[in-house]
């Protein structure tokens, strides 16, 4: 199997700076090796934060990415460092989420992708908020998210 190109990308092995926000961060790509063999590629982000736009306190969420590439796939570097981005970032938890799916299918052009936030209680209720592309191409395994509802303490 031939070595992916890599020639392109700007930040793979590079000490690269994290970016300040989301419209600065670089989302790089690089050729599927499978083109034309449909399989999922799943990102979980557990730890991502940004910021409440009203009150300037940190939120948190628990990001699970899937697609089925077409001929490309995120630089797994790059779209760290894209999510770190939004750690100053002032925007509702909808926002956050939809901005990253949207970005994410401009940028790859999948034949599908979906992606489920779980948001951390903030004034007391969690806000869920999922998203896909359309319906997940048959045949493909596309397995649970395994992220289980917030239950609190109870």
């Not at 982000?45 to 628990?62: K, N, V």
């Not at 779980?118 to 998203?131: E, H, L």
Request: proline fraction near 10%; include cysteine; glycine fraction near 10%.
């Amino acid at each position: 199997m031939p070595k992916t190109d890599v020639s392109g990308l700007s930040q793979l092995g590079s000490n690269v700076e994290a970016p300040q926000s989301p419209e600065e961060a670089i989302l790089e790509k690089v050729p599927a090796g499978h083109s034309g063999t449909q399989y999922v590629v799943r990102f979980t982000a557990p730890e991502f934060t940004s910021i409440c736009p009203m009150t300037g306190q940190p939120d948190f969420a628990h990001i699970v990415i899937d697609y089925v590439p077409r001929d490309w796939l995120v630089e797994s570097k790059s779209l760290k460092l894209y999510l770190h981005s939004f750690r100053n970032h002032g925007a509702f938890h909808e926002d956050c989420t939809i901005d990253i799916a949207k970005r994410l299918v401009n940028l790859l052009d999948p034949d599908w992708l979906r992606i489920g936030a779980y948001w951390y209680p903030r004034g007391g209720i969690p806000i869920d908020v999922f998203w896909q592309t359309g319906t997940p191409p048959e045949g493909v395994w596309i397995p649970d998210q395994g992220v289980s509802p917030y239950r609190g303490r109870g």
